[in-house]
């Protein structure tokens, strides 16, 4: 196994200055994070993406670079893009460029100052909420951001997004909300939205029968949390990580998820979601309840 | 004296249906309407065979049976005391059946048909295959036990996996507002069986639909 890159940076000083900035800074302020009814045992956002795009998204992987903090905010909004076109939306769902979400966090959100890989996942969340937004993978005049490219996004994060995708990043803002504990990452998973997971937890490598990875150790790094399932009673969280479909090994669980993540408790996830930099994310205004469509 | 013979002629008659159809082999029942105690039949053209008279429970009824298809022509007259009744003839018409009338499309399936009309999606006769295939297994899905309605929808949107939502997309939202007329937008909310098999009602009728369209 290649070596294996994290890269979140914990700053609490820059989550509380998001804070002041968002309209609705913690989930709990939120219509879909107050919703008192009974929450289904389980939610399984890629089947949203089975639905919209006829398949699960395709397991990213972050290469040789600290860029899981763009990775994982870019997995958990395209969650919520799907869930939000199967709920009704018009939008159309594409991909989107990490490598754009890097270097706004890094370069035009905190002006450049870290000097390694890596980010916080505030600064992300307000890049893509507040001074920027979401660059779809295409090609943009001379700028090709059809495929996600390593040495791209380490150019971004050291120098920031080109001047001529800026305007073009701010057509596609998304709301973002602070997620604080399990009972409100259900809430927010109950309504079809993605969350960013940022946090010191590591785990296991390999799955168990049911999916699930054991913690371990310590990994700075984040992740998206991307539904949940009800194994035996207890309540497991399902994560997404940006290593490559082979690095996970075992069955991938309830719901058959892909293979490019793993079930951890919803106790681990709790404590991960408590570091306090941890986001969900929404198109659109003001993080809604679910309703059904009904379009299948 | 006078009285009497206008009643016993009153009484002579016999009601037929004028035209009885039925197909090749198959046995076809006649019952006339009549004050007699006793009819008599006779078949007027060759290949139209009647059921022997004494083994009838209905003396006054017949069952008569062709084995080629074509228009043969019955013969009928009763009798009441010593006079009897005019002859009525009854045309049997053999294999050829009308077919059914096509049943009126309704306004939901109108409304399908001139979507799929407007459609110019450049795979659309694969998706409208696929879609129908989907909306066959989501009837059957339907109709499973479901308690609340994000719990059916969640059933539903899996077996849509491998069908994108882009395909036909116009007519899957006609189709969903459809649904959504039966079954709340609530994820929480209980539905009854009687809605699931609303729902997979209208699920099978457009599949159907879809099947028969080009």
């Given at each position: 196994?290649?070596?294996?890159y994290?890269?979140?940076?914990?700053?609490d000083?820059?989550v509380?200055?998001l804070l002041?900035?968002?309209?609705?800074p913690?989930?709990?302020?939120?219509?879909?994070g107050q919703?008192d009814?009974?929450?289904?045992?389980?939610v399984?956002?890629?089947?949203?993406a089975?639905?919209?795009?006829g398949?699960?998204?395709?397991?990213?992987?972050?290469?040789e670079?600290g860029?899981?903090v763009a990775?994982?905010t870019?997995?958990?909004?395209?969650?919520?893009?799907c869930?939000?076109i199967a709920n009704?939306?018009k939008?159309?769902f594409?991909?989107?460029?990490?490598?754009?979400?890097?270097?706004?966090a890094?370069?035009?959100?905190?002006g450049?100052?870290?000097?390694?890989?890596?980010?916080?996942g505030?600064?992300?969340?307000k890049?893509v909420?507040v001074t920027g937004?979401l660059i779809?993978?295409g090609?943009?005049?001379?700028?090709d951001?059809?495929?996600?490219?390593?040495?791209?996004c380490?150019?971004y994060?050291a120098s920031g997004v080109?001047?001529?995708?800026e305007?073009?990043?701010r057509?596609?803002?998304?709301?973002?909300?602070q997620v604080?504990s399990w009972?409100e990452?259900?809430r927010?998973?109950?309504?079809?939205y993605?969350?960013?997971?940022?946090?010191?937890?590591?785990?296991?490598?390999a799955?168990?029968?049911?999916g699930v990875s054991q913690?371990s150790?310590?990994w700075?790094?984040?992740?998206?949390l991307c539904?949940?399932?009800?194994?035996?009673?207890?309540e497991?969280?399902r994560?997404?990580?940006s290593?490559g479909a082979s690095?996970?090994?075992?069955?991938?669980?309830p719901?058959?998820?892909?293979?490019e993540?793993?079930y951890?408790s919803?106790?681990?996830?709790d404590?991960?979601l408590r570091?306090n930099?941890s986001?969900a994310?929404?198109?659109?205004?003001?993080?809604?309840?679910?309703?059904?469509s009904w379009?299948? | 004296?006078?009285?009497?013979?206008?009643?016993l002629?009153?009484?002579q008659?016999i009601?037929?249906p004028?035209?009885?159809?039925?197909?090749?082999g198959?046995?076809?029942?006649?019952?006339?309407?009549?004050d007699?105690?006793?009819?008599?039949?006779y078949s007027?053209d060759a290949?139209l065979?009647?059921?022997?008279a004494?083994?009838?429970?209905d003396?006054?009824?017949?069952?008569?049976t062709?084995?080629l298809p074509?228009?043969?022509r019955?013969?009928?007259?009763?009798?009441l005391g010593?006079?009897?009744?005019?002859?009525?003839?009854?045309?049997?018409?053999?294999?050829?059946?009308?077919p059914?009338?096509p049943?009126?499309?309704?306004?939901y399936?109108?409304?399908?048909?001139a979507?799929?009309?407007?459609i110019?999606e450049?795979?659309r006769?694969s998706s409208?295959?696929a879609v129908?295939?989907?909306?066959r297994?989501?009837?059957?899905?339907?109709r499973k036990?479901?308690d609340?309605?994000g719990?059916?929808?969640?059933?539903?949107l899996k077996?849509?996996?491998?069908?994108?939502?882009?395909?036909?997309?116009?007519?899957r939202?006609?189709?969903?507002?459809?649904i959504?007329?039966?079954?709340p937008d609530d994820?929480a909310?209980?539905?009854?069986?009687?809605q699931?098999?609303?729902?997979?009602?209208?699920?099978?009728t457009?599949?159907?639909?879809?099947?028969?369209?080009?």
């Amino acid at each position: 196994m290649s070596e294996i890159y994290t890269g979140w940076v914990k700053d609490d000083e820059a989550v509380d200055q998001l804070l002041q900035e968002l309209p609705y800074p913690v989930a709990g302020d939120t219509p879909a994070g107050q919703h008192d009814h009974p929450l289904p045992d389980h939610v399984h956002l890629w089947h949203f993406a089975r639905h919209v795009t006829g398949d699960l998204l395709p397991p990213a992987t972050q290469g040789e670079v600290g860029s899981c903090v763009a990775f994982g905010t870019a997995r958990a909004i395209e969650y919520s893009m799907c869930a939000e076109i199967a709920n009704g939306d018009k939008e159309e769902f594409r991909k989107l460029a990490e490598e754009c979400i890097y270097g706004g966090a890094r370069v035009e959100v905190a002006g450049g100052r870290l000097r390694g890989d890596g980010a916080v996942g505030a600064w992300a969340a307000k890049w893509v909420s507040v001074t920027g937004g979401l660059i779809p993978r295409g090609k943009y005049g001379s700028i090709d951001l059809t495929a996600y490219s390593v040495a791209r996004c380490q150019r971004y994060g050291a120098s920031g997004v080109p001047d001529e995708l800026e305007p073009e990043s701010r057509k596609h803002q998304v709301m973002a909300t602070q997620v604080r504990s399990w009972i409100e990452a259900k809430r927010m998973l109950a309504s079809g939205y993605g969350i960013s997971v940022c946090s010191s937890q590591g785990f296991k490598m390999a799955r168990d029968k049911n999916g699930v990875s054991q913690p371990s150790g310590s990994w700075a790094h984040c992740m998206c949390l991307c539904g949940y399932s009800t194994i035996d009673g207890a309540e497991y969280g399902r994560i997404d990580n940006s290593w490559g479909a082979s690095t996970h090994t075992g069955p991938t669980g309830p719901g058959d998820p892909g293979p490019e993540g793993f079930y951890a408790s919803s106790s681990v996830i709790d404590k991960m979601l408590r570091q306090n930099d941890s986001w969900a994310f929404s198109a659109i205004a003001g993080f809604p309840v679910r309703r059904l469509s009904w379009t299948i | 004296m006078i009285v009497a013979a206008l009643l016993l002629l009153a009484g002579q008659k016999i009601e037929v249906p004028a035209e009885v159809r039925g197909e090749p082999g198959a046995f076809i029942a006649i019952t006339p309407k009549t004050d007699g105690k006793r009819v008599k039949y006779y078949s007027l053209d060759a290949g139209l065979n009647s059921f022997p008279a004494g083994l009838l429970s209905d003396p006054t009824a017949t069952v008569v049976t062709a084995p080629l298809p074509g228009r043969y022509r019955l013969l009928a007259y009763t009798a009441l005391g010593d006079m009897p009744s005019d002859p009525v003839i009854i045309t049997v018409v053999v294999g050829e059946t009308q077919p059914p009338r096509p049943k009126e499309p309704t306004a939901y399936e109108r409304s399908l048909l001139a979507i799929w009309g407007a459609i110019q999606e450049p795979d659309r006769e694969s998706s409208r295959v696929a879609v129908a295939q989907l909306y066959r297994q989501c009837a059957v899905e339907a109709r499973k036990q479901y308690d609340t309605a994000g719990a059916l929808y969640d059933a539903l949107l899996k077996l849509s996996a491998g069908v994108p939502r882009t395909k036909l997309a116009t007519l899957r939202e006609r189709v969903g507002a459809e649904i959504a007329t039966v079954v709340p937008d609530d994820p929480a909310a209980v539905i009854t069986p009687a809605q699931r098999q609303q729902v997979a009602d209208i699920y099978a009728t457009t599949a159907a639909l879809l099947e028969s369209v080009k």
